[in-house]
């Protein structure tokens, strides 16, 4: 089946660090993929997506790359602040299914402290 | 301004009791759909709808039901057979592959 698979938070950095957090997935065919944010008691927010190999979205300073080769999408930012603390959930579209049914990681807490 | 909300912000139930949540969206999106967040658990799928008058099960469907009469409005009705109903409920709606969140209700049990 169709899964998700990130790194175990809660990861805590200093402000202006480089962040990675570890995305990997398992999908039939090829699916669209996407970093979703959520900041404390909101609901969720896109924060980047990628829909073929090699094609790297970008927001707000974060990165990611669709790497098909090994089935990734890491999400990377090189200074974090104060205000990126939040929980970031990977997701893929399962492609084929009929409709846009979105596949979720468990999410991983950021703390970024002064 | 265009969107999702949803309302209300907490909810409380008690043993036996239905409860429905509210979702109403703005964004002439065709497809909305219903998700339940537990802590440490990800975002699981309960009911989707792709449009008007119909809707499917998601992953986790038992113990709650549905309707789309209306294309701006999709509630969800938590019922008594639902046994461990505490959670973060968030609803959203897309027009293609990009799902747009609502603010999330949390649900609470007596």
């Known amino acids: 089946g169709n899964s998700v698979t990130q790194m175990e938070g809660p990861v805590t950095l200093s402000e202006e660090a480089f962040l990675t957090i570890n995305c990997t997935y398992t999908a039939t065919g090829y699916p669209s993929l996407f970093w979703y944010v959520q900041y404390p008691g909101e609901g969720l927010q896109l924060l980047l997506k990628a829909t073929k190999a090699d094609d790297k979205g970008s927001n707000k300073g974060f990165e990611a790359t669709y790497r098909k080769e090994t089935t990734s999408f890491h999400l990377e930012k090189g200074s974090v602040q104060v205000s990126d603390s939040a929980v970031y959930f990977c997701?893929?579209?399962?492609?084929?299914?009929?409709?846009?049914?979105?596949?979720f990681g468990k999410g991983t807490k950021l703390s970024v402290i002064p | 301004d265009g969107g999702i909300t949803q309302s209300p912000k907490y909810l409380f139930r008690k043993e036996g009791q239905n409860v429905t949540l509210s979702c109403e969206q703005n964004?002439?999106?065709?497809?909305m759909y219903w998700y339940r967040q537990d802590p440490g658990q990800g975002l699981r799928l309960i009911y989707y709808?792709?449009?008007?008058?119909?809707?499917q099960k998601g992953d986790i469907a038992e113990g709650y039901s549905v309707s789309r009469e209306k294309k701006e409005s999709f509630p969800l009705t938590v019922t008594s057979a639902q046994k461990n109903p505490t959670a973060f409920y968030l609803c959203a709606s897309s027009s293609g592959e990009t799902q747009y969140f609502g603010p999330g209700t949390r649900l609470l049990v007596l």
């Open positions: 709808s792709q449009i008007v008058n119909d809707f």
């Open positions: 997701a893929l579209i399962r492609p084929g299914a009929g409709s846009y049914q979105l596949t």
């Open positions: 964004l002439n999106h065709d497809a």
